[in-house]
């Protein structure tokens, strides 16, 4: 008798894919950890700070070493115009430091002064304002020179963000609601910037604009019919300038006149390219040696690249995208449409300008001649960057546990100095105890 059996031997266990695994313990932690960090009341309010104290020192570093040949060839000084942006940099940290302390209900009163005074600045730039490299933008007081239209980003961000909020029903806003006045006071404000030649500046008030009508909703023909009118009168504006013509042109193929109209645009690309990953060093730029144009304001990231490399050009990119990230969570986190608007504004502003200027420098876009924010040389455009991130930290106050938090960590370093000496009013309270 056979002793075999018709039993088969079981089949192997199919391994699980590891897909669908769940996380290790270490992964886990760490993925705890992170989304404990996020649910802080107070990260919104330190990611700004951080991210604004790394971009204004690196910018003070970068127009050091930019603007040193060029400002000794032109005051004597290789440090004049660090010296200048350092001024302004010390009085932009004031001025954000006062808006974190501001009320609530003065920044929807202040957009409609700040957007009066800057239109009546702009009139006065276009009837009596200095004329540069084709462009008439700066009014001269003297020992300064004021560039209206960097307020008038701010003015137009507050005076919308109120509009709208205002006529808030339930909850909701109407974006028909846009159309009068906002839509006509955009139109005026960037018709009166682009009178002067400024055309980086009417974009990015378009940018300002068009947040706005993210917000709200509005549907995507009402996107499409927007941006049709706008890119016809870009095209316009493109074709009756022949220095913009110019610059279309040397965007498409700037070597085909590096020596001309894509200069800039060569040198620029020359400069990135000789970094590398790491740099050339820190003050070593070759190309601010009076062969790249503005190489302190407009073109500063090209010099950024060359000195620290694509490492730091990333930095950069990133602590953007963190100071965006940061102005989105404020949007989203406080339960006020006032706040939601005008944060999503400011956003649209700060980083869209940035992406433009960066964009402009990879030859990815035409040169616009804008600065890059808090980096660029320049107080006419930090001032109002600065006032417009103090805004957002005092919404960061606002967010759920944020205020109690803030109670809880007491008094920062200015106050406990002032309290040491005898000024502060920790003192005065626990004496009165």
């Known amino acids: 008798m056979s002793t075999t059996t018709s039993e088969q ?3 192997p266990e199919e391994p699980r894919p590891r897909a669908t695994q769940e996380p290790s313990g270490w992964a886990r932690e760490r ?9 802080k009341p107070l990260t919104t309010y330190y990611l700004i700070i951080g991210c604004v104290t790394l971009l204004l020192a690196l910018g003070l570093m970068m127009v050091l070493s930019a603007s040193s040949i060029e400002a000794m060839h032109k005051t004597g000084s290789p440090f004049s115009w660090f010296i200048r942006q350092s001024l302004s940099a010390a009085l932009g940290v004031v001025v954000m430091w006062v808006c974190t302390r501001l009320p609530y209900k003065f920044f929807r009163w202040a957009g409609y002064p700040l957007m009066a005074l800057s239109i009546v600045a702009l009139i006065l730039v276009l009837a009596f304002g200095r004329s540069e490299l084709g462009a008439q933008r700066w009014l001269d007081l003297g020992p300064i020179f004021l560039q209206p239209s960097e307020p008038a980003k701010l003015g137009l ?16 806003i109407e974006w028909r ?3 009068i006045p906002l839509m006509p006071g955009t139109v005026i404000l960037a018709t009166m910037v682009m009178l002067g030649s400024d055309l980086g500046t009417t974009i990015v008030l378009f940018m300002i604009f068009l947040a706005l009508l993210w917000v709200v909703g509005a549907p995507v023909k009402l996107f499409g019919g927007i941006l049709s009118l706008a890119v016809l009168a870009a095209i316009i504006m493109i074709r009756v300038e022949p220095y913009r013509m110019a610059r279309v042109s040397s965007f498409l193929d700037p070597w085909a006149d590096a020596q001309g ?3 800039q645009a060569v040198q620029g690309q020359i400069a990135m390219g000789s970094g590398g990953w790491f740099g050339l060093g820190l003050g070593s730029s070759r190309q601010k040696w009076s062969w790249l144009p503005h190489g302190e304001s407009d073109f500063i990231f090209a010099v950024l690249g060359e000195e620290l490399g694509l490492m730091g050009t990333l930095l950069v990119v990133a602590l953007f995208g963190l100071l965006g990230y940061a102005g989105l969570r ?8 006032f706040v939601r608007l005008v944060s999503v504004a400011v956003v649209a502003w700060i980083v869209g300008q940035g992406l ?5 420098v990879l030859s990815v876009l035409p040169i616009t001649g804008i600065p890059l924010p808090l980096v660029s040389y320049g107080g006419s455009a930090l ?3 600065l006032a417009a991130l103090g805004m957002l930290l005092s919404f960061a106050k606002r967010e759920p546990g944020a205020r109690e938090a803030l109670a809880a960590r007491g008094p920062g370093p200015a106050a406990r100095g002032l309290s040491w000496l005898g000024l502060g009013r920790t003192t005065r309270r626990r004496d009165r105890r």
């Open 177 to 179: 609601h846009m159309l």
């Open 31 to 39: 993925l705890g950890a992170l989304r404990e960090l996020l649910d």
């Open 330 to 337: 404020v949007a989203s986190r406080v339960n006020d449409a």
């Open 9 to 11: 031997p079981p089949a």
């Open 383 to 385: 001032l109002p960057t």
């Open 261 to 263: 109209a894509g200069y």
């Open 356 to 360: 433009v200027n960066m964009g402009a």
């Open 157 to 172: 961000a507050l005076w919308g963000a109120d509009l709208l909020a205002r006529r808030a029903r339930a909850g909701r």
